[in-house]
């Protein structure tokens, strides 16, 4: 049971360049949903998705785009690379009940130059 | 501005001490929930609590939850150099299923 994967693990971009992070879940979770972690921030919601067909923004939405075209899967992707990017992003999973943990996966270091 | 403030932000001790971190809010949370995180590694849950005043034990780490809703302490008895980490606490809102995340508290235990 892999739980959430995320690709690529690493990953410099330069600075007006796309890319698109990917996250799967193999849990059938409903709930799924992208942070970006900065020092001394905690994790900032980016976007997140209740269900296939279904995204909505979270507290850091702009420059970021997210599809939730299946349970398993839900991309993110970087319209044109900034400097202010440069983060780890975690993609996490989660039930549907109240209770449930949050299964995270080993994240994404990003650097815009 | 963060709604949840976690102090301290680093905490450095002596293997054998206690600490205590708190997590404070001005917002009511339907439940609050604590995870630990590793270097290179996503957080892993440690305990989620509902209920205002509930204490829940996790060997030698005890998790309180205000009587409000509004705030939450873990205390580690006794540290050890594997409890080293950085400590986050995560809140729920009635009206999403989403969690807003504190700004996280970093802990070094030395041997």
């Known amino acids: 049971n892999a739980g959430v994967t995320q690709t690529p693990k690493f990953q410099v971009l330069k600075t007006g360049q796309s890319m698109t992070l990917q996250c799967a879940q193999d849990m059938n979770h409903e709930y799924m949903s992208w942070y970006r972690q900065d020092p001394g921030m905690g994790l900032r919601l980016i976007h997140y998705?209740?269900?296939?067909?279904?995204?909505d923004q979270g507290e850091v939405p702009n420059g970021y785009n997210v599809s939730r075209s299946t349970t398993e899967d839900f991309p993110l992707r970087l319209l044109s690379a900034a400097p202010s990017q440069t983060s780890v992003y975690f993609c996490?999973?989660?039930?549907?009940?109240?209770?449930?943990?949050?299964?995270f996966g080993q994240g994404t270091r990003l650097t815009v130059v | 501005t963060q709604l949840l403030e976690q102090s301290p932000q680093f905490l450095s001790i002596q293997e054998g001490e206690n600490l205590t971190v708190y997590c404070n809010s001005s917002?009511?949370?339907?439940?609050l929930q604590w995870y630990r995180q590793e270097p290179g590694e996503g957080p892993v849950l440690l305990v989620t609590v509902v209920t205002g005043g509930e204490v829940k034990k996790l060997k030698r780490l005890t998790f309180q939850f205000g009587d409000a809703r509004k705030d939450s302490s873990l205390h580690i008895t006794a540290a050890q150099p594997g409890d080293t980490g950085l400590y986050l606490c995560a809140g729920r809102h009635n009206a999403g299923n989403m969690l807003t995340f504190g700004g996280g508290t970093r802990l070094m235990v030395k041997p």
């Open positions: 996490a999973s989660k039930g549907s009940t109240t209770r449930t943990e949050a299964f």
């Open positions: 998705s209740v269900g296939a067909g279904i995204t």
């Open positions: 917002s009511v949370f339907s439940s």
